[in-house]
């Protein structure tokens, strides 16, 4: 009797797992061809098992905690998170590091790194994404499915738009992006296929992106002999060199994860404090 129980929970439990990789294959070619809220939706619902790398820059500021507190209780919402987050200082922050210690739960973790580096570079956050890079590289196995994401800690993101990115992002996805000035940036569709960017300034790139809105596969980064951001960059041209000479990506290669301006889930946002009439970030 306890034998044909425990075959049938076996033979139960490779149905589902059978069923589960049908259901994540079907979704992602069908999102190829046709974009379909229904099928977005399906797709969430699927554990695709695939880590999101989240890697963002931080410094210390008033405003340093409540944004991290924030960008934290978005990223609580998904599994499989591994938070990338990368003091410009010599040392960590005993504080921060206290008020994001309850992230570290379930599937999610926080690494918490630092990195000063004395420049007159004005690309800002190029040596910590570095260093945040590394620690990938360095850390994870060679063939591992990923998603790698840019997240700087003064942005507003939406959790279940960054889970469109965590299981959808087999080499590249492209999304919208929203400005403090009530623009938004971000691929132009047709069909399934990103035909060009909008935005609000070209300056002859190739990716005309921000930073926040471009996610890509930890396996196609590897590709590349491990690419790393150029710190010599002008100023504006950092995603551009990325995506172009670091990842020889080609924009057929990204796929579109937001098709309209409702469907944006990262937003550029500012908070201040005010002092003697002045705002200050």
């Given at each position: 009797?306890?034998?044909?129980?425990?075959?049938?929970?076996?033979?139960l439990s490779t149905?589902?797992?059978?069923?589960?990789?049908?259901?994540?294959?079907?979704?992602?070619?069908?999102?190829?061809?046709?974009?379909?809220?229904?099928?977005?939706?399906?797709?969430?619902?699927?554990?695709?098992?695939?880590?999101?790398?989240?890697?963002?820059?931080?410094?210390?500021?008033?405003?340093?905690?409540?944004?991290?507190?924030?960008?934290?209780?978005?990223?609580?919402?998904?599994?499989?998170?591994?938070?990338?987050?990368?003091?410009?200082?010599?040392?960590?922050?005993?504080?921060?590091?206290?008020?994001?210690?309850?992230?570290?739960?379930?599937?999610?973790?926080?690494?918490?790194?630092?990195?000063?580096?004395?420049?007159?570079?004005r690309i800002r956050?190029?040596?910590?994404?570095?260093?945040?890079?590394?620690?990938?590289?360095?850390?994870?196995?060679?063939?591992?499915?990923?998603?790698?994401?840019?997240?700087?800690?003064?942005?507003?993101?939406?959790?279940?738009?960054?889970?469109?990115?965590?299981?959808?992002?087999?080499?590249?996805?492209?999304?919208?992006?929203?400005?403090?000035?009530?623009?938004?940036?971000?691929?132009?569709?047709?069909?399934?296929?990103?035909?060009?960017?909008?935005?609000?300034?070209?300056?002859?790139?190739?990716?005309?992106?921000?930073?926040?809105?471009?996610?890509?596969?930890?396996?196609?980064?590897?590709?590349?002999?491990?690419?790393?951001?150029?710190?010599?960059?002008?100023?504006?041209?950092?995603?551009?060199?990325?995506?172009?000479?670091?990842?020889?990506?080609?924009?057929?290669?990204?796929?579109?994860?937001?098709?309209?301006?409702?469907?944006?889930?990262?937003?550029?946002?500012?908070?201040?404090?005010?002092?003697?009439?002045?705002?200050?970030?």
């Amino acid at each position: 009797m306890n034998s044909k129980i425990i075959l049938v929970a076996v033979f139960l439990s490779t149905s589902i797992s059978w069923i589960t990789l049908d259901i994540v294959f079907n979704s992602r070619q069908e999102y190829r061809n046709s974009y379909d809220g229904s099928i977005v939706k399906k797709f969430k619902r699927t554990e695709t098992g695939r880590k999101l790398y989240v890697v963002t820059p931080t410094y210390n500021r008033r405003t340093q905690i409540p944004d991290l507190v924030k960008m934290k209780q978005t990223l609580m919402h998904l599994s499989g998170v591994v938070w990338l987050l990368v003091e410009d200082a010599n040392s960590t922050n005993a504080t921060v590091a206290k008020r994001l210690a309850s992230f570290n739960s379930g599937e999610n973790r926080l690494v918490y790194l630092s990195m000063h580096h004395d420049t007159t570079s004005r690309i800002r956050g190029a040596y910590q994404r570095n260093t945040a890079l590394s620690w990938i590289y360095n850390h994870t196995p060679h063939e591992e499915d990923a998603v790698v994401y840019f997240g700087d800690d003064d942005n507003l993101y939406d959790s279940e738009g960054l889970s469109r990115v965590q299981h959808m992002t087999e080499v590249a996805s492209m999304f919208n992006v929203g400005l403090v000035q009530g623009v938004t940036e971000g691929p132009v569709v047709n069909g399934s296929k990103i035909v060009k960017i909008n935005t609000c300034w070209e300056g002859g790139r190739t990716f005309p992106i921000d930073m926040a809105g471009f996610a890509i596969n930890l396996r196609h980064m590897r590709k590349q002999a491990s690419p790393y951001f150029k710190v010599d960059v002008t100023p504006g041209y950092q995603e551009d060199n990325f995506l172009k000479q670091q990842l020889k990506l080609t924009l057929s290669e990204f796929i579109p994860l937001t098709r309209s301006e409702e469907e944006t889930f990262a937003w550029h946002t500012k908070t201040v404090y005010k002092v003697g009439g002045k705002y200050h970030t």
